[in-house]
């Protein structure tokens, strides 16, 4: 990934939308043909020897030209015909924000798979479903997985769609009209460079694309951000139901020798922030004076490497840490457990509606007996088979039946054969 956003590489491609241009302007019989073969075998450029200029011109693509003339002599003047520096500029920057996309792909699809592995070995691994951090009902560590495996294929899809926008270029002059160049000569350098030509532009491709690239990075940050928080609370000491891998000679602590912290977690949290704010940046970029100004282009000089490069390393690090995760299904069924019971009152509610009590009478028989066991400590099923309105209802039996883990479970499979 980081390759991708070197200035050799740039400043590669700014050559190559140079040649295309000419080769097609060759075919259009408006420059010689043999200027063309005299670019393209002696044209090159050295990136020290364009910062020096840059120095002096105070331009970027007029160093780059200046510094490429040096080497191909007066053919040189064939170069750059009817073009504007946001052609060159905008159009190779969409080369590389597709060949991030591509690769932040390939990482995702990884991530995918370590995920669904993971899914598939934990399908039946139950453990206490939380929501406002309370215990609710029993799911399986599997399902949870397979809900974090729905998003990152959700974040492929949208991947591939902000790859498709962002991969088109224009060579269509100083506001977008072709008045200086025609537009068969962007056909001719967008197919060279595998990309669309826009169908219109002023003097920049929009920057909405753009926001859209770094609005679906800031998405998967978030994801992974998601499932980053998960692993923090389930590492929490007084649950401890997975763990990042802690290696031996690692050290958790400066002061306290036994910590084993989530870091890789927290560091994944953290850089989300950096993919949000980057994302919002690119938001900013899409109001432009008029047909262009510069405003745009400090900040993607910015947020263009840093997210793609973020968002690689982000997913190659969290398929690591799943690779690694150690799960602890016995701590998983202890904290099952831990209510002693209280994880089934919504099936002793409709076990009492369907023998015929009213919802709010049922509702208000069920909760009593909860909220004793919360305050006392009494185990939950007990208090129910003592209670006299709840008996004119179920029988011990019936009531016991409500607490049946493998029907509350009943439906995990039919959720995953539509996942997977």
């Keep these: 990934m980081a390759a991708v956003w070197e200035p050799e590489r740039k400043f590669q491609i700014w050559l190559e939308i140079e040649i295309a241009a000419c080769e097609a302007l060759a075919k259009r019989k408006e420059i010689p043909a043999s200027a063309v073969d005299r670019i393209k075998k002696s044209a090159k450029f050295d990136v020290a020897r364009i910062d020096e200029i840059e120095k002096e011109v105070k331009h970027d693509v007029i160093a780059f030209l200046t510094c490429v003339a040096e080497s191909v002599g007066e053919p040189s003047r064939y170069m750059h015909l009817g073009l504007t520096s946001s052609d060159v500029v905008d159009t190779a920057f969409a080369v590389q924000l597709r060949d991030s996309a591509t690769l932040v792909l390939q990482e995702l699809g990884r991530l ?70 025609d537009p068969g000569v962007e056909a001719h350098v967008c197919k060279k460079l595998g990309l669309k030509p826009a169908p219109v532009s002023s003097q920049i491709i929009q920057r909405d694309r753009h926001a859209e690239y770094f609005t679906v990075l800031a998405i998967l940050a978030g994801s992974i951000e998601k499932i980053a928080t998960e692993i923090r609370h389930l590492q929490r000491t007084e649950v401890l139901e997975a763990e990042e891998f802690f290696a031996g000679g690692q050290k958790g602590s400066s002061a306290m020798p036994h910590k084993r912290n989530p870091v890789v977690s927290e560091q994944m949290c953290g850089l989300a922030r950096l993919a949000r704010g980057n994302a919002l940046a690119a938001l900013e970029n899409i109001a432009l004076w008029h047909e262009r100004d510069i405003s745009h282009s400090s900040v993607e000089r910015v947020i263009g490497p840093d997210s793609s490069i973020l968002l690689h390393y982000m997913t190659r690090k969290m398929t690591r840490l799943l690779d690694q995760l150690t799960i602890y299904p016995d701590n998983m069924k202890e904290n099952l457990e831990k209510t002693r019971g209280l994880i089934y009152s919504q099936n002793v509610l409709l076990a009492l509606a369907r023998k015929g009590a009213l919802r709010e009478d049922a509702y208000r028989m069920v909760q009593r007996n909860a909220m004793e066991a919360w305050r006392s400590g009494a185990d939950f099923l007990s208090l129910l088979k003592q209670d006299g309105e709840i008996k004119s209802y179920l029988s011990g039996k019936e009531l016991e039946k409500a607490f049946n883990l493998k029907t509350q479970l009943k439906n995990i499979d039919r959720i995953f054969s539509r996942v997977f």
């Design 112 to 181: 995918r798979a370590a995920v669904k592995k993971m899914a598939l070995r934990h399908k039946n691994t139950p453990m206490i479903g939380r929501s406002h951090g309370i215990h609710a009902e029993p799911i399986t560590f599997g399902l949870k997985l397979a809900n974090w495996y729905a998003e990152l294929g959700r974040n492929e899809e949208r991947l591939a769609r902000a790859r498709e926008t962002i991969s088109v270029g224009q060579i269509s002059g100083a506001v977008g009209t072709f008045s200086s160049v």
